[in-house]
Structure formats: C-alpha cells, structure tokens
C-alpha cells in the first residue's frame, strides 16, 4: 500500500489497528504501508536501497508496534511455554529471550515468535502474522493448565544499525553495553516504562525498545529522534533485502502451517528428546525419521536486477520445463550486487548449484540454489 504519489492510494480504514507511534511516523514522511497481525506497518520512507545503505552504515528506527504480544503468566506458564514449542526451554532463564517455534499436532509451523522470560511463571511470545493468542487460547482451553493468557499493553519499535548501541546508550545509559545477544533490561526512558532487549529483525547490530505504556508512543518516538540525532538515526521500514542476505524468515510467506521445521531450515529448534512433551512431537519424529521431501533453499538469479524488493504473488520454480516449486522472496542485495531470493523445492532439487528457473511476469529467468545465509552465516555482526 502506497500513500498518495505512489500507485495506489490507501485508505486507513478502522478495521485495521495503528500502533501506538502510527501518528509520529506518518508525520516523518512515511510513504508506504504493509498490513501484519491486523496493523499497519510502515514499509518505507524513502527509497528502499537508501534505506538498506543507512541501517547498515548508520541507525534506523523502526515502528513494529504490530509485533503483537502474546503474554502467558501463571503457576503452569512454564509448562504450558514447554508444551507450545519443540525448543527445549530449560536453560532460558528469567531475563533471556529465545527465538522458537510453534508447531501444531501434523509438526506444521504455526508462528516463529521471540519468546521473552520476564519471571519464573511470565512470558511473552513476540508474534509474527498469525493469530497466537486464539491458538494458545484454545490449546489452553484443552490443557489443563492453570495460565492466564492475553494480550498485554506492549508495543515494540527497533533501533537497528551498528550505531544502534550509542543511540540506546544515550536513552538508558552505559549498562545496554553489557547487554548480551537475546537478552534484555526492564527501565523507564525519561519516565516512560519499556523493555529493552539485544534483538532485531535486520542481522544488524540492534535492539528492540518494548513499549509498556501505549499512550506514550508519540512521546517515546520523539525520545528516540532526538537521542539519535547526533548518530544521523532515521526512520524506516525493516529492510526486505537485509533480511534476505541473513537468511531471516517472514511467517507466512516463506514458512507457514504447510511446512515443517526440517524442511524449513529450522530443525535445530526442534528437541525431540527433551523433557516435556509438545504439540507435534510424535509428528516431528517421524518426519526426521523419514526425512524430508521438499527444502526451502536460497537461490540467485543471474542478469538485471529487481527493482521492486516485494513480490505482488510467489512465482512458479521450474525445471526442465515443468513446474516443481514456488519463489517466496527476492530482492536485489545492493552489497552483492545480484539478485537473492528463497525458494520451497522438492528436495531432488535442492543440491547447490542445481540450476532452475523462474516465472516472472515479464518471462522466464534462470535460477540457481545457493547457500543461505548469504552473508555473515555465523550471526556475528548481531552479536557484536
């Protein structure tokens, strides 16, 4: 969705939520919205290569108030949390946050939330597009669990780029300098009350400044601008390109109910042998028993580069001539200078170097698998 200027104008209509800084980053000159959870997300400013160029060189922030918390509390909450997810969550201690996934009773990918611990029996379940809190409600329902769940009064925003530790430095003070990758700090920023976790969605440097108080939205964004300033922070939205490059995935486009965690890369988050027993789990043994049929795989495409980083449909993957997959995302990365991508193929096609091809609307183009994460494989620039 495009505000007047682009192609299409948009509409904000009621039946869609704002985030409690919608106000303050449509005055910035945002240029271009995205619907997630129910909630307009700000896509971009400005052009999106300048926008990728800043998060890497400098610091963005970013309005992700449609992350929406799920919160789960009570003398059963840990049980429950075991119960939701194939991760094992014994080592996460009160003040860590995990990246998880949530599977359901055929081992399909129902969310891929950032799970946070705030106390002994208190999580909350940073959400993707899907709807958790009627999932975890009605599992609940079932369960006999003694758990409240709800969604609490939180709305995130990200600090992202190398900058982003001088920018929190000057909002909190000195001790987010000491603050691990996944974890996070309970403070006030000039009286207003947020979290503060070591997290992101861009493989950069970065943070997350969970908002507590929705009436204070306006307030904690000028905070941000004005403590930024100095560093050249600006606001954008997450950038399609950089997420790529990392080897990020988006929930539903890439990964969805229809798949599992092998197929999807993900099956270092599945622990068959944990303690607890979990939604999927007899499933989840099978599948690793029988292997998998199909492979989500990064893929490059050779010759003129894509200009629009979003694709309007997933485009059709084929070889010799025949249709065998589905393209889920590609963009051009301005620091390769080739057009990346992901693509779901049966898994006789997923050998790197396996040459394909895709349907765009302007014809067919050629493919090839390649390795993914595309760049920083080890995750070491976020945890610098």
């Known amino acids: 969705?495009?505000?007047?200027?682009?192609?299409?104008?948009?509409?904000?209509?009621?039946?869609?939520?704002?985030?409690?800084?919608?106000?303050?980053?449509?005055?910035?000159?945002?240029?271009?919205?995205?619907?997630?959870?129910?909630?307009?997300?700000?896509?971009?400013?400005?052009?999106?290569?300048?926008?990728?160029?800043?998060?890497?060189n400098h610091v963005t922030m970013w309005d992700v108030g449609c992350e929406r918390q799920v919160e789960i509390a009570g003398p059963d909450a840990y049980e429950f949390?075991?119960?939701?997810?194939?991760?094992?969550?014994?080592?996460?201690?009160?003040?860590?946050?995990?990246?998880?996934?949530?599977?359901?009773?055929?081992?399909?990918?129902?969310?891929?939330?950032v799970l946070t611990r705030l106390d002994e029996g208190r999580f909350w379940l940073s959400t993707a597009d899907s709807d958790v809190l009627l999932w975890a409600k009605g599992v609940a329902l079932h369960a006999d669990v003694d758990v409240e769940i709800r969604e609490p009064d939180v709305s995130p925003m990200q600090i992202q780029g190398p900058k982003s530790k001088d920018v929190l430095d000057a909002l909190v003070g000195p001790k987010v300098s000491d603050l691990e990758y996944y974890h996070f700090i309970d403070t006030t920023i000039d009286g207003i009350p947020v979290l503060v976790t070591r997290t992101g969605w861009s493989a950069e440097v970065g943070f997350e400044i969970y908002l507590r108080d929705a009436s204070r939205g306006s307030d904690l964004w000028s905070r941000v601008a004005e403590a930024g300033r100095p560093f050249r922070i600006r606001p954008t939205g997450p950038s399609e390109m950089r997420r790529i490059e990392a080897g990020i995935l988006n929930y539903p486009s890439d990964i969805c109910l229809e798949y599992n965690p092998f197929e999807a890369g993900l099956g270092w988050l599945v622990d068959l042998d944990k303690e607890h027993d979990f939604i999927g789990k007899e499933a989840l043994r099978r599948l690793k028993r029988d292997g998998v049929q199909r492979k989500l795989v990064g893929i490059e495409v050779p010759g003129e580069k894509v200009v629009d980083p979003w694709l309007p449909d997933p485009w059709p993957v084929k070889a010799d001539r025949a249709r065998v997959g589905t393209l889920t995302a590609l963009a051009m990365s301005p620091r390769l200078e080739k057009n990346i991508g992901y693509a779901?193929?049966?898994?006789?096609?997923?050998?790197?170097?396996t040459r394909l091809s895709i349907v765009t609307p302007e014809g067919d183009r050629d493919a090839i698998v390649a390795k993914k994460p595309f760049i920083d494989p080890r995750k070491d620039l976020p945890k610098s």
């Open 1 to 56: 969705m495009v505000v007047d200027g682009g192609h299409t104008t948009l509409y904000f209509g009621s039946w869609y939520r704002r985030s409690p800084y919608f106000e303050a980053a449509k005055r910035a000159g945002c240029k271009a919205y995205d619907v997630y959870n129910r909630m307009y997300i700000p896509s971009h400013f400005t052009d999106p290569v300048d926008e990728y160029w800043h998060l890497v």
């Open 344 to 353: 779901w193929v049966p898994i006789r096609f997923a050998k790197l170097g």
């Open 81 to 113: 949390m075991e119960y939701l997810t194939p991760r094992d969550l014994s080592g996460c201690k009160v003040g860590q946050a995990k990246y998880v996934v949530l599977t359901d009773e055929a081992g399909g990918i129902v969310n891929d939330p």
